[in-house]
């Protein structure tokens, strides 16, 4: 099995910093892509930002030149800076990764995180 465990989050003041870590642990897998997932109350889950086994990098349109998503192979771990933090940011922020390939140019992302909640306040 595979558990990925986020850290990080926690409450700012809008214009702040925060940065996510991911941690992947268990067996061993190939990552095709990993994601970072918010959710806030009463609104669907949306992807933030994604990074391919490639090092190729995509990101909701929210979130473009204040996110940045990155790896560290040697520490199976994701990271998501978030810079110029907005109260519209507010949400539990997942992790997420997937073990296959692209169909359709989407990913099936198979293991979650718990979340971290991730809270900005105006």
């Known amino acids: 099995q595979v558990q990925l465990v986020e850290s990080g989050g926690g409450l700012v003041q809008a214009g702040a910093s925060l940065r996510l870590s991911c941690a992947a642990s268990?067996?061993?897998?190939?990552?095709?892509?990993m994601g970072w997932f918010r959710q806030a109350p009463g609104k669907e889950r949306e992807i933030v930002a994604r990074?391919?086994?490639?090092?190729?990098?995509y990101y909701n349109d929210s979130v473009k030149g204040r996110f940045t998503i990155s790896r560290d192979n040697a520490k199976n771990t994701v990271y998501l800076q978030m810079n110029s933090l907005k109260p519209e940011d507010t949400a539990v922020y997942y992790c997420?990764?997937?073990?296959?390939?692209?169909?359709?140019?989407?990913?099936?992302?198979?293991?979650w995180g718990q979340g971290t909640q991730v809270t900005v306040s105006s």
């Open positions: 997420a990764a997937a073990d296959s390939p692209a169909v359709g140019g989407q990913y099936k992302y198979n293991y």
């Open positions: 268990g067996r061993t897998f190939t990552s095709y892509a």
């Open positions: 990074i391919r086994w490639n090092d190729d990098t």
